[in-house]
């Protein structure tokens, strides 16, 4: 047993699904030229006064309904001044002191990922996101920085929660999560890679059984689970290597240097009265009637727990195959068997299988990169069901239907797919089969029996994959004498 244990907690920021930023139309669109969504509130230029997106705050009361969080009626705004070439204004307006949410508890065991221990959430607030300095793509990078302010004024949540985590993977299961919860209550597109959803972690160790925090140091701006858990474990080991070694950690921000493995010193730790808070007061304090929470409350869709005790209960699928069933894939077999009844199992298989694999080959998550509707999908799935196509003939025509736009049924129609269930036309190739594999044919009738299996393969390799399986294994045991 080790002598230190390690206490994490972290500060997810969730940026919410809002076309237009928190405090100003502009839009949040990812990828316009640098500088362009941009106006004189977000650069707060004199006499330009914002004004507060409800539709944000939809967003962060939800986030708060699903993680069991008090949402306060009454919270206020305030400038947390400090000095980066990134903040425009030279101030950030978030929450501070009465933040919109605290209280939260997610419990132990309470789904597949959890720990047996509880996480606690101390509080959500609102805030606005900074721009962002370019350190590489110009002729001058090694001498100047460059700063695109798009993203300033980016509605976020910011979610902390209490120094609750013994290990980066727990961290980063939460992480994982959480990044769930939030796209199925439609919050955030979980979207890493453009920074819709980042994390800091702060860490520190302590003597194993001692109850008193030692001093953390917290990593910024990760923005993967992997990442997440590696820059724990080595922080906490470099913490522990510094006490054993007669050192004292001191308070600091770090960054994670994943080529390298290691984190690496940013800068000393700002307290939270380093910032200078102040009321905004520009803006009125944020009020959230009790019926607007409870309206918000009663609204939420299903949250990734219970979806997928209804996919195993209801449908009877493993929940294995409901932990891939999340986010729009979930929404995508939804679709298939509620509107348009297609069997639980074989829809679940399509969307694992053949539509999984064509997001992975896109290297994106988003569902409506997926041009085959799921009503074709549920359409292609009957035409197997009533033996006109088989399984996996139908593999080739859902990647067809991608590529061209075309329905199922034409297809099948243009194509001559229609499988073959004629027995008089299965008994010809069958015997055709036996004849050319006179050795396998032996050694079946000598009581190898996996060889049949083989045969089975040469007559639907003889039928261009559209024989009638079922029928085939039947003609075939009967051609063998079996």
């Known amino acids: 047993m080790s002598r230190y244990e390690a206490v994490i907690g972290l500060e997810i920021h969730a940026q919410l699904l809002t076309k237009s930023k928190i405090f100003c139309g502009c839009s949040t669109a990812f990828g316009a030229p640098p500088n362009t969504h941009l106006c004189p509130v977000c650069l707060g230029l004199p006499g330009a006064l914002p ?9 962060a009361v939800r986030a708060s309904v699903a993680l069991g969080c008090d949402v306060h009626e009454t919270s206020i705004f305030a400038r947390k001044n400090y000095f980066y070439p990134d903040l425009p ?7 501070y002191e009465r933040p919109l949410a605290t209280g939260g508890v997610i419990k132990a065991k309470s789904d597949y990922w959890t720990p047996d221990y509880d996480i ?12 962002k300095l370019l350190h590489d793509g110009f002729a001058d990078s090694g001498r100047r920085s460059y700063v695109d302010l798009n993203r300033a004024g980016t509605p976020l949540i910011e979610i902390v929660t209490e120094p609750d985590f013994r290990s980066g993977k727990d961290a980063a299961a939460f992480f994982s999560y959480l990044r769930e919860l939030l796209m199925a209550i439609g919050v955030n597109d979980g979207n890493m890679e453009e920074g819709s959803l980042r994390c800091d972690a702060n860490v520190s160790v302590r003597p194993t059984g001692e109850t008193a925090l030692g001093t953390k140091a917290e990593i910024k701006n990760l923005n993967s689970f992997r990442f997440l858990e590696e820059a724990i474990a080595f922080e906490t080991e470099r913490q522990i290597d510094v006490l054993e070694s007669g050192g004292r ?7 994670w240097d994943s080529a390298a493995g290691t984190t690496v010193s940013m800068r000393s730790k700002e307290e939270a009265h380093d910032y ?8 009125p304090p944020l009020v959230v ?16 727990a219970e979806r997928r005790r209804l996919l195993v209960d209801t449908h009877g699928l493993s929940m294995k195959d409901a932990l891939q069933l999340s986010g729009g894939k979930g929404r995508y077999f939804d679709e298939m068997v509620t509107t348009w009844k297609a069997p ?3 829809a679940a298989n399509l ?24 009503e074709q999908s549920a359409r292609l799935l009957a035409l197997v069901d009533a033996g006109t196509i088989s399984a996996t003939i139908a593999k080739d025509v859902w990647l067809k239907a991608f590529d061209s736009g075309r329905t199922p049924d034409e297809i099948v129609a243009a194509e001559g797919l229609t499988q073959i269930d004629d027995e008089a036309q299965l008994a010809s190739i069958i015997a055709d089969v036996i004849a050319r594999n006179a050795d396998a044919v032996a050694k079946y009738r000598g009581g190898n029996a996996g060889t049949f299996g083989f045969l089975v393969g040469q007559v639907m390799k003889a039928a261009s994959g559209k024989a009638n399986p079922k029928r085939v294994n039947e003609l075939l045991k009967r051609a063998l004498g079996s």
């Open 51 to 59: 004004v507060l997106n409800h539709a944000a705050v939809e967003c």
């Open 89 to 95: 204004k030279g101030y950030q307006i978030s929450q």
């Open 120 to 131: 606690r959430i101390t509080r959500i607030h609102m805030e606005e996101d900074a721009g």
């Open 249 to 255: 950690v001191v308070q600091e921000t770090r960054l």
């Open 276 to 283: 200078r808070y102040f009321p905004e007061p520009d803006l």
């Open 289 to 304: 009637h009790a019926a607007r929470r409870q309206a918000i409350a009663q609204q939420m869709p299903a949250l990734p």
């Open 344 to 346: 639980p199992k074989p």
């Open 351 to 374: 969307v694992m299988g053949v539509l999984s694999t064509k997001l992975n080959e896109l290297k994106t998550d988003d569902i409506s990169q997926i041009t085959v509707s799921p």
